[in-house]
């Protein structure tokens, strides 16, 4: 079964408007982080946002927020005010328990967004 | 100010060569890994080291060889190279937290393999 599913291959968006990509998660640990990454055409990987299973609050991070529900197993990435240098690849992974390399990152196939001015 | 740095960035080479990749982190981390990522852009986990300690060895060929000889140093050697192990090799380190739970992994800019 697929641990973190990315359902859009492929986003856009017009400059300065908000896009939402989506991330939803299957485990059965009570403990476990979600982060987005951006992946650029230059190829690295940039951390985005961290999202704890026991965060009371969305986070935040600039333009970048995770809108976390919890019960729906859903931590979707919202990017307000598009711009340009947005466009990019961007991976949804998951961590289960206590981190420390003990628990792998499980990574989503990835949503290629682009943005249009 | 590299976090992490690997090299070389491109490694060009034939089958049934041996060739080797080096990761560094200057962050202090006592967490280091190796990713492949396949050229559909797939990221898989392949090892993880803990104060040099092997951790996470994910049902890779034993022609992969990750070597740690410090906490900031992890290199990954590879024998025998095949056509499919052509792909972007990610080094990645992390510090687990005093809470415990957020352990973020940070990448390095990747090492593009192509075996010829």
């Known amino acids: 079964a697929q641990k973190i599913t990315q359902t859009q291959p492929g986003m856009f968006v017009q400059e300065k408007e908000a896009v939402t990509l989506d991330c939803t998660y299957d485990t059965s640990d009570p403990s476990y982080g979600l982060f987005w990454y951006k992946q650029p055409s230059s190829g690295e990987m940039i951390f985005l946002i961290y999202q704890g299973s026991y965060d009371q609050q969305n986070a935040t991070e600039g333009r970048y927020s995770l809108n976390f529900q919890k019960a729906r197993k859903s931590a979707n990435l919202v990017i307000s005010a598009s711009q340009l240098g947005d466009s990019a690849m961007y991976f949804c992974a998951m961590r289960e328990g206590r981190g420390g390399g003990y628990n792998k990152l499980i990574f989503g196939a990835g949503t290629r967004l682009a943005v249009h001015p | 100010d590299t976090a992490v740095s690997q090299t070389p960035k491109y490694l060009v080479t034939q089958m049934g060569n041996d060739k080797s990749i080096k990761c560094e982190q200057n962050l202090g981390h006592d967490t280091m890994y190796w990713y492949k990522q396949d050229s559909k852009k797939f990221l898989k986990i392949m090892f993880s080291y803990n104060n040099k300690e092997l951790i996470i060895n994910e049902t890779v060929p034993n022609r992969f060889s990750p070597k740690s000889p410090?906490?900031?140093?992890?290199?990954?050697?590879?024998?025998?190279?095949?056509?499919?192990?052509?792909?972007?090799?990610?080094?990645?380190?992390?510090?687990?937290?005093?809470?415990?739970?957020?352990?973020?992994?940070?990448?390095?800019?990747?090492?593009r393999l192509t075996v010829l």
């Open chain 2, 70 to 111: 410090d906490k900031a140093h992890l290199n990954l050697h590879i024998n025998s190279l095949e056509l499919g192990d052509s792909a972007v090799y990610f080094c990645a380190s992390s510090q687990l937290g005093l809470a415990g739970l957020t352990d973020t992994q940070y990448f390095g800019p990747g090492t």
